[in-house]
């Protein structure tokens, strides 16, 4: 009845020869694969030399943004004024300098929130299904269609702008695309052998969703996460350019929407702030899309 | 049955799923046993039963829409319908543990394989970091992969299949279960690799004296492995005898056909050779079950009236050989 002529085989038969392809970790593997892409590295490099700006500045370029030190509307390179002065006479290097720690800080902050509230509702409805799924997309969906750049403002306008509500306002109303990401990337997933195979160790559905699911829908939510940054960099100007900033720290925003009645007489006090966040979105925008490149596995298959 | 009490006893099982136009019953009235250290075959076509019956021993059946709607599955006494989440999860990977088909995809791409052994005495046995690791080494030397010092440190996709399902074996009996269910183990791999891993299981088999239910629609592969079969056909079983009692006496129509339909390899070749059967038609889909007669007649060329109108019970044509067809009344009548 078998399937074989002979006598089964009388000893297992050796397997492969000894021999044990070099391990190249995962993380070492997206890293070749995102230095491949000199865009990429371009953005990398773009955003150290902001992040750089952002710490170290300030200690190598001690002035204050709010002093008012020469003439308004000095052009650039008026004594020592390397991009000139703003209406009020206020030193535009200093407010660039002191402007990239606000938009720095929001940016991170806003799309860290808008990656946990994503993932945590996206998670949890791709897992569960059922009414967990239709309750949390019905609020996903409450969430889409208010208007983000209103509802921030009315946020931060009830809250006083500090930094803190600014990143809050903007993760709040951002989360809900990351939120649909995951649930995607969950319902997928979840069907997925291994899975099964988890649950059949007897592994709880606590370890199998932060555990065993997401890391494994970790790469598109990684790339999502990158251009959340850039997304919220834009909100972060666009509050401010409404005055919308916390009145303590100089920020981009505010910097071009206060010059902006002037802007025929000193285009330079709108022009550089705005080259800077052009600038910081791009770095991060081409940082995400190299993720995007190097975390793809269809890409990645040698 | 005999004297030893079974170590899995399974009694009129039914499985419901809700599905658009009502509830099918994708299994119903199913009783089996397994004694320890025994291996016992479930054969039959994709669409029988036979994975959704592995499913509900690990009481893994997705619900909803699926849910267990009736019988029992007695681990050594313990009715695991009835048990807690709980417990259940004490007891899978523990004391019953299970392979899936594919290896490619059933084991966790983000973590080493290491990782992974290590994570199933990790989570029963609360085991340190460093002797899970050890387990985990220990483990793959016990599946026969070499260097297993290195191995334990690659992920999946360094491994070709069969070496997948390797680590799929390890990661299954390092807790010593006292079940384990293959479900088509080797459906996936080559032929070469297929003989390798029964070789394995069969040894390990010897060593840990553990009771295995192997699925496949292999006739091959029960003959050399399985003590016993059950031969699934829509739900149902309509078979279950000793493995040799099968193969040289089948009582059932759809037993005989699933063992015409294979090739055989001859001694000499130039022999002519019995035409290979076909069994024509296909296995009814689920919302077609529960409609009254055997559910085979409408494929079954020794049909008669009373088969679309009455299902069979099963009755015993042998010792511990059990049949459920009409047939079977005819020729005792006869």
Request: aromatic letters at 6%; charged letters at 20%.
């Amino acid at each position: 009845m078998t399937d074989q002529v002979e006598p089964s085989a009388p000893a297992a038969p050796k397997l492969e020869p000894d021999f044990v392809p070099e391990v190249e970790k995962p993380w070492l593997q997206t890293w070749r694969m995102f230095a491949k892409n000199r865009a990429a590295l371009f953005g990398l490099v773009l955003l150290s030399v902001i992040v750089g700006m952002a710490v170290l500045g300030p200690t190598l370029y001690p002035a204050d943004p709010y002093d008012i030190v020469w003439a308004p509307q000095s052009p650039p390179g008026t004594e020592g004024f390397i991009l000139g002065t703003d209406y009020l006479g206020r030193d535009l290097l200093a407010g660039i300098i002191y402007g990239s720690r606000a938009t720095l800080i929001v940016g991170a902050a806003a799309a860290l929130i808008t990656i946990v509230i994503g993932i945590l509702v996206g998670a949890l409805a791709g897992y569960y299904r059922g009414w967990v799924e239709e309750l949390l997309m019905r609020i996903t969906e409450f969430f889409q269609v208010l208007p983000p750049l209103l509802l921030a403002m009315v946020l931060v306008l009830l809250f006083s702008p500090t930094l803190v509500t600014i990143s809050i306002a903007i993760g709040v109303v951002s989360w809900t695309a990351t939120a649909r990401l995951a649930r995607a990337e969950f319902l997928r997933i979840r069907e997925l052998e291994y899975v099964k195979g988890a649950r059949s160790i007897g592994a709880r559905n606590s370890r199998i969703i932060w555990l065993v699911i997401l890391p494994n829908a970790a790469p598109p939510l990684i790339v999502s996460a990158a251009f959340a940054v850039g997304i919220a960099i834009l909100f972060e100007a666009g509050l401010s350019f409404l005055e919308l900033n916390d009145p303590n720290i100089m920020s981009w925003g505010y910097m071009i929407g206060s010059n902006r009645p002037y802007v025929l007489e000193s285009w330079w006090a709108v022009t550089f702030p705005g080259i800077a966040i052009f600038l910081t979105v791009l770095a991060v925008s081409l940082i995400g899309d190299g993720l995007n490149d190097a975390l793809n596995p269809r890409l990645r298959q040698r | 049955m005999n004297t030893p009490s079974p170590i899995l006893s399974v009694a009129d099982l039914a499985v419901e799923f809700d599905m658009r136009d009502g509830v099918a019953r994708v299994i119903d009235d199913l009783s089996f046993d397994l004694m320890p250290g025994e291996t016992l075959g479930i054969v039959g076509e994709s669409g029988c039963g036979k994975s959704m019956t592995a499913l509900s021993i690990m009481r893994l059946v997705p619900m909803p829409p699926g849910r267990i709607a009736g019988g029992e599955i007695r681990l050594d006494g313990e009715n695991l319908v009835a048990a807690s989440d709980v417990r259940i999860r004490e007891i899978r990977g523990n004391e019953i543990s299970m392979i899936f088909q594919e290896p490619m995809t059933s084991l966790n791409p983000v973590y080493t394989v290491g990782d992974q052994i290590a994570e199933t005495v990790r989570l029963h046995e609360g085991l340190s970091k460093r002797d899970a690791r050890d387990r985990a080494i220990e483990m793959l030397r016990a599946v026969a992969i070499p260097a297993p010092e290195a191995r334990v440190e690659e992920y999946p996709h360094q491994l070709s299949g069969g070496m997948r399902q390797r680590v799929m074996i390890a990661m299954a009996l390092t807790c010593r279960p006292r079940v384990l269910i293959a479900d088509e183990p080797t459906t996936a791999l080559d032929v070469t690799v297929q003989a390798q891993i029964f070789d394995l299981l069969r040894d390990l088999k010897e060593q840990t004296q553990t009771a295995i239910i192997l699925i496949t629609h292999d006739m091959g592969v029960i003959a050399e492995m399985a003590q016993r079969v059950v031969v699934m056909y829509a739900g149902r079983k309509v078979e279950d005898a000793p493995v040799d009692e099968l193969l040289l006496n089948p009582k059932h129509p759809y037993s005989q056909g699933l063992i015409a339909c294979v090739p055989h390899l001859q001694a000499v070749p130039t022999v002519e050779r019995p035409p290979l059967m076909e069994i024509p038609g296909v296995v009814p889909s689920v919302s077609e079950l529960g409609r009254g007669g055997c559910p085979f007649a409408p494929r079954c060329a020794q049909a008669m009236d009373r088969c679309r109108q009455q299902m069979p019970p099963p009755s015993t044509v042998a010792p511990g050989h059990q049949v459920a067809c009409w047939l079977i009344d005819e020729t005792r009548a006869a």
